[in-house]
């Protein structure tokens, strides 16, 4: 089992530059199979995950290659075959096969992926819209089969129920090579389905609307990749550190950032008080101090990401009051808490969703374990805050999401070592 172990009390400095977004990633690799031709990304971040996905392509005999932020994928000798359900339960994005091998081949066959523990989160709003586009879907021993191979594909409207960044992504996956026009209404607005939309639309896809609440396909023949695709910025990551560097740095600059992606995160870290300066392409955060308790909520882009109430969190322990946090995407997001509460935080969740975060004068080192990736990311800040030594069990979950997280956080002069994981050769 991997671990991080890290020896806090020392304030974070310097500089750190964010990597391509994992969520933007994640969904990328599995498009890329669509392409007739071999695909370029650059700014991919090198995380587990994306090792994962290789191996998944792997079974289809589809070659690629991944060095240092570049990867190379060519799926021009693909080929229907099982899937492997190991790899395909290590991560919830591993769904996006069934939207890239439906548009790809008209049928797909996954087993029912896996990821983190965050509580239900049902595909029905996948199934919803693979069957509008004319597909049969049935599920048999956590297998789902998703087959339109007889008629085809044909574009449709669909009408999502909820706002789901998941199924907004298949569905389009699914349709960019469907015949005639689909409309997706209701759809999510994240930066990462613009990605998405903007690579797809840059190999020869006609996608209309990406970043607004009603999408429009028409239906192309042929995806042909020809320039390279550049992975945007993780604002995930960004946001992580910039929580970092406010609860315990002396001077941080975050670089690679889009400022615009994190606008509802910002303005609750002003709001809190935290001395930042942003730039074009970059933010500065100055040295932590005491700050104002606040109010948090998250909620579907542009609102507060989910992704981030738990990095914040630490965050929080800085405040002269009780801050709220009240989690709307997935309530049970609370597998943090209890590891916090470990370290001496004052934090409590009494109700599904709400949480109450209050002053936490001195953290203390022990060992705890990352439930998730971003509860473990939430560990790590709260490990570099303590006094002594932290050890971070499950430390896997982490190194899924998070870009050269050990070479990073040593740049910022974090002392930390990583256990159990090679590094070099993460393919399971």
Same mark, same amino acid.
């Given at each position: 089992?991997?671990? %991080?172990?890290?020896?806090?009390?020392? +304030?974070?400095?310097?500089?750190?530059?964010?990597?391509?977004a +994992? &969520?933007?990633t994640?969904?990328?690799i599995? @498009?890329?199979?669509l392409?007739?031709t071999?695909? /370029?990304f650059?700014?991919?971040?090198?995380?587990l995950?994306?090792k994962?996905l290789? #191996?998944?392509?792997?079974?289809?005999?589809v070659?690629s290659?991944f &060095?240092e932020?570049d990867l190379s994928?060519?799926?021009?000798?693909?080929?229907?075959?099982?899937?492997?359900?190991t790899?395909?339960k290590s991560?919830r994005a591993? #769904?996006?096969?069934?939207?890239?091998l439906l548009? =790809?081949?008209?049928r797909a066959?996954?087993?029912?992926?896996?990821?983190?523990n965050?509580?239900? =989160?049902?595909?029905? /709003?996948h %199934?919803k819209?693979?069957?509008?586009?004319?597909?049969k !879907?049935?599920?048999?021993?956590?297998?789902i089969n998703?087959?339109?191979?007889? &008629?085809?594909?044909?574009?449709a409207?669909v009408?999502?129920?909820?706002?789901s960044?998941?199924?907004?992504i298949?569905?389009?996956l @699914?349709?960019?090579?469907?015949?005639?026009?689909t409309?997706?209404e209701n759809?999510a +607005?994240e930066p990462?389905?613009?990605?998405?939309?903007t690579?797809?639309n840059?190999m020869?896809?006609?996608?209309?609307?990406?970043?607004?609440?009603?999408?429009r396909i028409?239906?192309?023949?042929t995806?042909e990749?020809?320039?390279t695709?550049t992975v945007?910025?993780d604002?995930?990551?960004?946001g992580t550190?910039?929580s970092l560097?406010?609860?315990f740095?002396d001077? !941080?600059?975050?670089n &690679?950032v889009i400022?615009?992606h994190l606008e509802? #995160?910002?303005?609750?870290?002003?709001?809190?008080?935290v001395?930042?300066k942003i730039g074009?392409?970059?933010v500065?955060?100055?040295?932590?101090?005491?700050?104002?308790?606040?109010?948090?909520?998250?909620m579907?882009?542009?609102?507060f990401?989910t992704?981030?109430?738990q990095?914040?969190?630490?965050?929080l322990?800085?405040a002269e009051g009780?801050?709220?946090?009240?989690e709307?995407?997935?309530?049970?997001r609370?597998r943090?808490?209890a590891e916090l509460?470990?370290?001496?935080?004052?934090?409590?969740?009494?109700n599904?969703?709400?949480?109450k !975060?209050?002053h936490?004068?001195r953290?203390v080192g022990?060992?705890?374990e990352?439930?998730?990736i =971003?509860?473990?990311?939430?560990?790590?800040?709260a490990a !570099?805050m303590?006094?002594?030594q932290?050890?971070i069990?499950?430390?896997?979950?982490?190194?899924r999401?998070y870009d050269?997280?050990?070479d +990073?956080?040593a740049g910022?002069g974090v002392?930390? /070592?990583?256990?159990?994981v090679?590094?070099?050769n993460?393919?399971?």
């Open positions: 089992m991997a671990k %991080i172990i890290i020896n806090g009390g020392r +304030k974070v400095t310097g500089q750190v530059t964010i990597g391509g +994992k &969520n933007s994640v969904a990328l599995p @498009a890329a199979i392409a007739d071999s695909v /370029q650059d700014n991919v971040p090198q995380i995950d994306v994962n290789q #191996y998944i392509l792997a079974a289809m005999n070659h290659t &060095n932020g994928i060519d799926p021009t000798t693909i080929k229907e075959a099982p899937l492997p359900a790899a395909i991560l591993s #769904y996006y096969f069934m939207g890239a548009g =790809r081949f008209g066959t996954v087993t029912f992926p896996g990821g983190d965050l509580g239900a =989160r049902p595909i029905d /709003q %199934i819209g693979f069957e509008a586009l004319g597909a !879907v049935t599920e048999e021993d956590d297998v998703i087959d339109a191979s007889e &008629n085809g594909l044909k574009g409207r009408a999502l129920d909820t706002v960044v998941g199924a907004t298949n569905i389009i @699914a349709a960019v090579r469907a015949e005639g026009q409309i997706i759809v +607005k990462e389905i613009i990605d998405i939309a690579f797809l840059n020869g896809a006609n996608i209309r609307g990406a970043g607004t609440d009603t999408i028409t239906g192309v023949q995806l990749a020809k320039n695709h945007i910025p604002r995930i990551e960004a550190y910039m560097a406010a609860a740095g001077g !941080v600059t975050v &690679n400022p615009e509802s #995160y910002t303005s609750k870290l002003i709001e809190m008080g001395d930042m074009e392409d970059s500065y955060i100055g040295p932590s101090k005491p700050l104002k308790p606040v109010a948090i909520k998250t579907p882009y542009p609102g990401a992704d981030l109430q990095p914040i969190t630490p965050l322990f800085l009780e801050s709220t946090i009240t709307t995407i997935y309530p049970k609370i943090h808490i509460r470990r370290m001496g935080a004052e934090v409590s969740s009494l599904p969703g709400e949480i !975060v209050n936490s004068a953290l022990t060992t705890v990352a439930a998730e =971003r509860a473990g990311a939430a560990l790590v800040i !570099v303590a006094d002594g932290t050890i069990d499950n430390a896997s979950h982490i190194l999401g050269r997280l050990a +990073k956080l910022l002392d930390l /070592q990583i256990e159990g090679d590094l070099i993460l393919m399971p």
